[in-house]
């Protein structure tokens, strides 16, 4: 199968071949173009040559932006078997087949039917076959080939990323960089001079120029004045076809600003300044303010102004304002117009970031001189002092002069002064004021110990111009004398312990005074000498404004006496001396070996046998439960009736029982045992108490007073025969005990309940060296011992 290829609107086509070898049959050829192939004139018989060399395709042509009416011819399929007869069928497959191209099936002609654009697609991959149009067999293998869309110059050049916003330094040197600027072109830059592109400069001459190669924007003007012009509009224009006529354009906009430099030096606009400021302005605040022009702007405009000489120097100040770039005049010191009625400053303003590299234009700085002008003004009083001190003493009389203040009117007109005090209308007024000499007095008695000093303001004021006032601070201070006599620091809590010893130090007091250190300390402590001499305790003055308190005796004892009173006396160092009297309370204590108090109280005995205060509610509430039901018990009992009949078979032996519990060995009233020592002590008769006899016993009282000379036994006997014989008796037996101990013995008795009315030398201390088992013991033996000393 051969293929023509034709192009009717380029004037060179280009086509990529391959060089292959032709073999095979009629039935079996090879895809080829033949170069000898010719076209017979109609009427002549066609003449073939045998090909010596086939050429294989590979590739279609066609423009794009086609506009024609007709599609466009692209190129032609033939096969070797084609014997123009129609037997042969070309098919066509692939991208755009069918829709963008369509094949003759017999002749094999190819058109578009669409108009092509290459920036969107810039080839069609396409399949061609021959086949047998009776049978529908392939006459040969299936061949792929391309149809490129071949570029045209339709797409002008494109600036992305315009338009540009750009800065350059002023002053720059001709020929800086500025800004690169590049334009895109869409069509196919491998193909003629559609996508060649050259840069020009339409806007911006003479300032700025541009590389048409590269795009590089370059100052074209040596040392740009920012000050002159600070702002350029440059258009930049890119052209296709290297810049050809019928090229196709597209331009942008560039905004070029120039920065600033420090290229201008500070001017002021005046070489002579003029300035009014009256007498009266305060220390310390602004008085003028000067500025000086500087053309260029942000920190290359910053600058310092200064005093470089004149003879207001030392009473005016400048500074700095950073915001307004002024300069602030202050007042150091204060005028008068009637010593000095003007001034001459020279004040100098200079830039304070410079750029060595315009040094050239300098000097960066400019001096203006400033005359200054006092005013007169009519001034209040000026005081002869800033503030004043004065003393007084305490309790002095009403009127007592404190101090006096001054004033005078500055003016040359000298008016008179008048003087007075400002108080709120809540304030004690304590002093006053003369208002034509200043001297202040007292209006009340003073007490340092309740204020010791005092501030009040006077006020003074011209007679001719009342409304000008001038004030002072007055302090006033209150001197002490000696009106308070000393007291005890605090109250104390003084504890002497039961085993104390004579001399023994229990504690140390100290005094405090409210006058001042002149009127109090040193203080002495002393005992009152009309007093008696206290026999238990006794005071020591340390000379260091403290006293301790000592015992006099051994051992003291809560039970006979458990708190003491000690009156003291205390001076001061005052002249002349004041003093007071005091007495102290201490407390008797149990205390520990140490002398840790252990104890100050009766009931804290529980406490030591080591129960706390939980453990002594639980018990208490546990006894108070016992205590509940016996009595619950009790009235049960009592509410049970007995039978009124007793049944004679109750007959058993009744035992009648007297739980009487005596009060102890310490108890002397329950029972006398003399009566059993001695029978005759038993003067009268005791009655039984279960019952009330009837009749009088007359024998038995006879038969008492024979008793004298009869034996305990004997009077045992007695009893129980009286008992037998008794009509009183119920009508059961009861049984009486009596016993005896027996004669008295010859070592004596052994028995303690007569022993709290012997007389001891025994020493119990060692009883307190045995132990916590054995302290309540010690204490008791201690207590007596202690009572029997006093």
């Known amino acids: 199968m051969k293929i023509t290829s034709t192009s009717c609107i380029c004037p060179v086509l280009v086509c990529l071949c391959f060089v292959q070898r032709c073999y095979g049959t009629a039935h079996h050829s090879s895809i080829k173009v033949t170069r000898n192939q010719t076209k017979h004139i109609e009427g002549e018989t066609e003449v073939h040559h045998r090909p010596k060399r086939g050429w294989v395709w590979n590739q279609f042509f066609v423009l794009e932006e086609h506009m024609g009416p007709d599609p466009q011819y692209v190129g032609k399929l033939h096969s070797n078997s084609d014997k123009g ?33 290459r ?70 830059p491998t193909y003629g001079n559609s996508a060649r592109v050259v840069y020009s400069i339409l806007q911006g001459q003479p300032y700025f120029s541009v590389d048409p190669k ?8 040596h040392n740009m004045d920012r000050e002159a012009r600070e702002h350029y509009s440059v258009v930049i224009q890119a052209k296709d076809m290297a810049g050809q006529v019928g090229g196709l354009s597209g331009s942008t906009t560039v905004n070029i600003t120039l920065t600033d430099v420090n290229d201008n030096p500070p001017r002021f606009p005046q070489k002579h300044y003029q300035l009014y400021v009256p007498e009266s302005a305060q220390v310390g605040s602004a008085v003028g303010k000067i500025k000086a022009n500087d053309a260029d702007t942000g920190s290359n405009a910053d600058m310092t102004y200064s005093i470089i000489n004149g003879d207001g120097m030392g009473i ?9 770039r002024e300069g602030i005049l202050s007042l150091k010191k204060p005028l008068n117009y009637e010593k000095k009625k003007s001034y001459t400053l020279n004040i100098e303003g200079a830039n304070t970031h410079l750029d060595f590299r315009f040094s050239h234009l300098g000097p960066f700085k400019d001096a203006t001189m400033l005359k200054i002008i006092v005013g007169d003004v009519d001034e209040p009083p000026l005081f002869s002092m800033p503030s004043y001190v004065m003393e007084v003493y305490e309790n002095a009389k009403i009127g007592t002069v404190v101090g006096t203040v001054l004033a005078q009117d500055p003016d040359s007109a000298n008016s008179l002064v008048r003087y007075f005090i400002n108080y709120n209308a809540e304030d004690d007024r304590f002093f006053n004021i003369d208002a034509n000499t200043g001297t202040i007095k007292t209006t009340k008695v003073l007490d340092r110990e309740e204020t010791p000093w005092y501030n009040i303001t006077v006020t003074a004021s011209e007679n001719d111009n009342p409304d000008l006032l001038s004030h002072v601070t007055v302090g006033i201070r209150v001197l002490d004398v000696n009106d308070n006599p000393p007291e005890l620091a605090r109250e104390y809590d003084i504890v002497v312990c039961e085993n104390s010893k004579p001399g023994q130090v229990i504690h140390t007091i100290s005094a405090t005074d409210k006058d001042d ?23 020591k003055d340390n000379e260091d404004n403290t006293a301790s308190i000592l015992t006099r005796r051994r051992r003291f004892s809560r039970t006979v006496q458990d708190v003491y009173y000690l009156p003291i006396m205390i001076s001061d160092g005052g002249i002349p001396s004041l003093s007071s009297s005091s007495t102290l309370t201490i407390r008797v204590c149990a205390c520990e070996r140490d002398g840790r108090v252990r104890t100050c109280h009766a009931e804290a005995f529980l406490s030591s046998a080591g129960l706390s205060t939980g453990a002594l509610i639980a018990i208490l509430l546990c006894v108070l439960i016992l205590l509940a039901i016996v009595v619950i018990f009790i009235t049960l009992r009592r509410s049970k009736k007995e039978p009124l009949i007793i049944s004679e078979e109750d007959v058993r032996e009744n035992v009648v029982t007297y739980d009487d519990e005596g009060g102890g060995e310490e108890d002397t009233e329950a029972f006398d045992i003399t009566a059993l020592r001695n029978p005759s002590a038993a003067e009268e008769l005791k009655y039984r108490r279960d019952i009330r006899p009837e009749v009088k016993l007359t024998p038995r009282h006879q038969t008492l007073s024979t008793l004298e000379s009869i034996d305990v036994q004997e009077f045992i006997k007695q009893r129980l025969a009286e008992a037998d014989l008794d009509p009183s008796v119920p009508p059961y037996d009861s049984l009486q005990t009596y016993a005896y101990e027996g ?25 307190g060296d045995w132990g916590p088992e054995f302290k309540k013991l010690a204490e008791l033996y201690g207590e007596i011992e202690s009572e029997r000393t006093t």
């Open 743 to 767: 004669q008295r013995s010859e070592a004596g008795s052994i028995s303690s309940l007569d022993s709290a009315t012997t007389q001891s030398d025994q020493d119990y201390h060692y009883l």
């Open 85 to 117: 007869d129609g037997s042969v069928k070309y098919i066509l497959t692939g991208e755009g087949a069918g829709t963008i191209f369509i094949i003759d099936d017999t002749t094999g002609d190819i058109h578009s039917t669409k108009s092509l654009d």
């Open 119 to 188: 920036e969107q697609k810039t080839h069609y991959v396409l399949h061609a076959q021959a086949i047998d149009r009776r049978t529908n067999k392939p006459l040969e293998p299936e061949s792929e080939f391309i149809i490129k869309v071949q570029d045209i110059n339709d797409n002008a050049p494109k600036f992305t990323d315009g338009p540009y916003i750009v800065t350059v330094p002023e002053m720059s040197d001709m020929g800086t960089s500025v800004l690169q600027v590049t334009a895109t072109d869409a069509d196919d």
């Open 316 to 324: 005016f100040s400048i500074s700095t304002d950073k915001e307004t």
């Open 517 to 539: 250190f002149a009127n109090g300390p040193r203080f002495n402590f002393f005992l009152d000498e009309h007093l008696p001499v206290n026999p238990n305790f006794t005071l």
């Open 214 to 221: 590269t795009g590089v924007i370059r100052t074209a003007l």
